[in-house]
Every structure is written in structure tokens, then in C-alpha cells.
């Protein structure tokens, strides 16, 4: 199966921006969407984007709509999450994930912290 590696979190002021990179290794076939998952201190777990990998459609939970956009590098198999105008709820852990035949195989995990 996939594995998945995201990097790019850290802490950063309200307001600020971060991109989240994933990297995607090992088996690579069969994927059919991307997501970017968060939970922060508290909190569920809770998607915040998702990409169909050959279509490239895109879903946003409403909360990040017009500030956060994913992206992909197919040829690197690599997956993106840019973060603008973060706001301290925005602080979680970010998970990579990616649907793979029909089951869900999850990143390590990134930690972004967003102060005020």
C-alpha cells in the first residue's frame, strides 16, 4: 500500500501562512482521493480538504473555504495544502490520507500552532 510522509508544520502568528507537503511512497495505483484531515486539542478529527487524484476535483470544509487550496504534483506524487490567513483555531494536527483501494491509509502526521 501507500505510504504517506507530511512535512512542512509549524508555529506560526495569526494571520500567517504555511504549506503542507505530502509525499507519497510505495504502491501509488489505485488512489482515489487525497485529503487533508486536522485534529486539534479537544477536538474531533475532521477532514479539511480532498482531492480525486486523476480528476483533480477539490472539496473544502466550510471553515477554510477561500483560505486554505490543495494541490497536487502527480509526477512527484505529492500532495499540497496551502494555508493562508490562519487563525488560531486553525491549530491541530494535519494528517495526510489517502483512499486507497476503498480503505484509508493515514500519515504520520504535522503539527501546525497558530498564535494570537
Known amino acids: 500500500q501507500v505510504q504517506l510522509v507530511e512535512s512542512g508544520g509549524r508555529a506560526v502568528q495569526a494571520g500567517g501562512s504555511l504549506r503542507l507537503s505530502c509525499t507519497a511512497s510505495?504502491?501509488?495505483?489505485?488512489?482515489?482521493?487525497m485529503d487533508w484531515f486536522r485534529q486539534g486539542p479537544g477536538k474531533e478529527r475532521e477532514m479539511v480538504a480532498s482531492m480525486t487524484w486523476t480528476g483533480g476535483s477539490t472539496y473544502y470544509r466550510d471553515s477554510v473555504k477561500g483560505r486554505f487550496t490543495v494541490s497536487k504534483e502527480s509526477g512527484r506524487n505529492r500532495l499540497y495544502l496551502q494555508m493562508n490567513s490562519l487563525k488560531p483555531e486553525d491549530t491541530a494536527v494535519y494528517y495526510c490520507v489517502a483512499k486507497q483501494d476503498g480503505k484509508y491509509v493515514w500519515g504520520q502526521g504535522t503539527q501546525v500552532t497558530v498564535s494570537s
Open positions: 510505495g504502491r501509488t495505483d489505485n488512489i482515489y482521493t
